[in-house]
Structure formats: structure tokens, C-alpha cells
């Protein structure tokens, strides 16, 4: 069994031309091989809306589920990083100052985002998921 794929269903956009599919999760670097893919797998499709030329978009629920992720990848890198806040709240004087920054960070995560990490978590593992973060853990 494979890795899971972790998507985040907040896509600004829900339909893409061919011409922005071009190379993306997998698929061809031609018009051609994209148009000839999309009818192969079926994937649902429309006349492009306001261009000159025609030309089709397809419905991203209908792509290839590698070609949904690296959309969605795209979509992450453009937008700016959203600004969390951070300030320990602490509910008792014997409380870990850094599990309740965890906590306060937490609760900020978007459901998506809050899934992906316990998902990574999970997947490598705590000691693994630390050293991707650069902390050494403690032995």
C-alpha cells in the first residue's frame, strides 16, 4: 500500500484549461496528449468560458488524483502564508508552557491543515516528524 494522498479540498478554482494542465502531476506537455488523456479517462469537461479560440476546461473532481494534488500544491505556493498567533495559555502553574503553545497553535489550523499533520505524524512517526521540524529529540 502506497502513501496516502493527502488533498485539501479548499481549491479556489474548480474548473482548468488545458493549457494549465500542461505538464502537471504526470500528465503530457502537449495539448494534444492532454486532450487525448482527458477523453481516454472520461474526465468531465466544458467549452472554455470568455477566450478567443474555444478550446475545453475540465472539472478538477474528474482529474487524475496525482494531477488534483500537485493543483493543490500550486494553489498552496502562490497564496501567503497565513500568520499565526502565538501566545501560551496557560491552564494550570504545573502546565508545559510548549504543549500549550502546541495547543494554541493547533486550534488555529485550518480542519485540512490539523489532518495533514496528525496524518504525517502518524505515517513517520513523533521522533521522525521532530527532526523534520529541526528539533533534536531528547534521548
Known amino acids: ?12 478554482k474548480a474548473w482548468f484549461s488545458t493549457k ?8 503530457p506537455k502537449s495539448r494534444q496528449g492532454v486532450t487525448g488523456r482527458s477523453r481516454l479517462e472520461n474526465w468531465d469537461r466544458r467549452p472554455r468560458a470568455g477566450g478567443r479560440g474555444g478550446g475545453l476546461e475540465y472539472a478538477l473532481e474528474s482529474l487524475p488524483a496525482e494531477v488534483r494534488q500537485a493543483l493543490t500544491q500550486r494553489e498552496m505556493k502562490e497564496q501567503p502564508a497565513p500568520e499565526y498567533r502565538v501566545g501560551a495559555v496557560l491552564s494550570s502553574p504545573n502546565a508545559d508552557p510548549l504543549a500549550s503553545a502546541w495547543m494554541v497553535i493547533y486550534d488555529q489550523l485550518l480542519p485540512e491543515e490539523r ?21 533534536v529529540p531528547r534521548r
Not at 500500500?1 to 481549491?11: D, K, T, W
Not at 494549465?20 to 500528465?27: A, R, S
Not at 505524524?121 to 521540524?133: A, Q, S, W, Y
Open 1 to 12: 500500500m502506497g502513501i496516502p494522498i493527502l488533498e485539501c479540498n479548499s481549491m479556489k
Open 20 to 27: 494549465e494542465l500542461l505538464g502537471v502531476g504526470g500528465l
Open 115 to 135: 489532518g495533514n499533520v496528525i496524518s504525517l505524524v502518524m505515517r513517520e512517526g513523533i521522533e521522525k516528524f521532530m527532526t523534520r521540524l529541526g528539533i
